[in-house]
């Protein structure tokens, strides 16, 4: 005799979970970009509804503004904890049932185009047609062209027919965000912000809309990737390793190794104490690697709290050279590059 009880259970219980609805239409109320969340009104409640959005996002996504309808997903693993996922495909009532007709209400906003695309040498940008609303009047942005701007090269999915207006890129500034409003005059105009740390956006005039911005760095080159971009706390990203000579004659003996760290952005980034702990090694060849008085033969390590540190390779001066491939690593962090010096003998030949 066989018991199907506890199959017959399982299947119930399975069931009962994939009734289960672990995601669903939102309306988007307000977005903190700074603490990554925002709020948001879910079928049957006015109540606002904190969900969180992922850390690492560079750039909005077009969907993201107040009044749109957003999908937000119940995670498992943290209790309570609501992410949102994407854009929703309905926008729900706050009161449960048929709320009749509501209060007619305006949201101010971009509706179509007024898209930022960077052009492909980065000198200037282009700003597409469209239309956007303000007190619940619709407004449209007519297209210019680039007729006047041949040598404008821009990517190749803009309708140059179809651009609204042409803006020259401005030097770079640590940090800052040069913002592009549209008004009810139909005029697009810059504003660049101030250089702060964190920026602060430019205050949006009145009777005028927020398109889009720059993300302004100490570079003076602008990409794509700088379009609706939000400044975010420097961190390390890169070593940079220089060789003040990277072939030594038989009569050159020795070439500094100088180690440069530098943030997301490309700027130099100093550390408290103790400070980058650099390591540097030679992993083929020979010589002999120093810091100050101390001189060791394959490895050698030392704390900075600058964003540079030089260490100094010597070679033997004697027939057993070896060309050495050098390893600089900075330790903790994983960031690792290797370099060559090129060592000749007397007759110029490589050792």
């Not at 007024?114 to 956007?132: D, Q, R, S, Y």
């Not at 651009?163 to 139909?186: C, E, I, K």
């Not at 920026?199 to 302004?216: I, Q, S, Y």
């Not at 690697?289 to 900075?304: A, E, H, K, Q």
Request: aromatic share 10%.
């Amino acid at each position: 005799m066989r018991l199907y009880g506890s199959r017959i259970l399982r299947n119930n219980i399975r069931k009962l979970q994939d009734q289960r609805t672990e995601t669903r239409d939102a309306l988007l109320y307000d977005i903190d970009h700074e603490n990554h969340f925002c709020r948001v009104k879910i079928q049957g409640t006015s109540t606002l509804v904190v969900a969180w959005f992922p850390e690492n996002w560079e750039q909005t996504p077009v969907w993201l503004k107040p009044g749109n309808a957003v999908k937000i997903n119940h995670t498992g693993g943290i209790h309570g904890r609501i992410e949102l996922i994407g854009h929703g495909s309905l926008i729900p009532s706050p009161v449960a049932g048929d709320p009749g007709d509501p209060p007619t209400t305006y949201t101010d906003g971009i509706l179509t185009g007024l898209t930022i695309a960077v052009c492909t040498n980065g000198e200037a940008i282009v700003i597409m047609a469209g239309t956007f609303q303000i007190a619940g009047t619709i407004y449209t942005v007519p297209a210019i062209g680039m007729s006047g701007y041949p040598s404008y090269e821009t990517p190749a999915y803009v309708n140059r027919d179809n651009v609204a207006a042409v803006f020259d890129v401005d030097p770079g500034g640590a940090y800052r965000y040069d913002s592009f409003f549209v008004s009810t005059n139909l005029i697009i105009d810059k504003v660049n912000g101030a250089c702060t740390t964190p920026p602060v956006f430019p205050t949006v005039p009145a009777d005028h809309l927020l398109v889009g911005w720059l993300f302004r760095t100490a570079s003076n080159t602008v990409t794509q990737s700088n379009v609706n971009k939000y400044y975010s706390v420097s961190r390390i990203s890169q070593i940079e390793v220089t060789l003040t000579d990277d072939e030594l004659t038989w009569a050159e003996t020795t070439s500094d190794i100088i180690v440069v760290m530098k943030d997301q952005y490309g700027a130099l980034l100093s550390q408290t104490s103790p400070g980058w702990h650099v390591q540097v090694s030679i992993i083929s060849g020979n010589g002999t690697l120093s810091r100050g008085d101390v001189s060791l033969v394959t490895t050698i390590d030392d704390y900075t709290t600058s964003s540079s540190i030089t260490f100094t390779y010597t070679r033997g001066g004697t027939v057993d050279d070896h060309t050495p491939i050098i390893q600089v690593t900075l330790l903790g962090y994983g960031f690792s590059r290797v370099e060559t010096i090129v060592l000749f003998d007397v007759s110029g030949i490589p050792m």
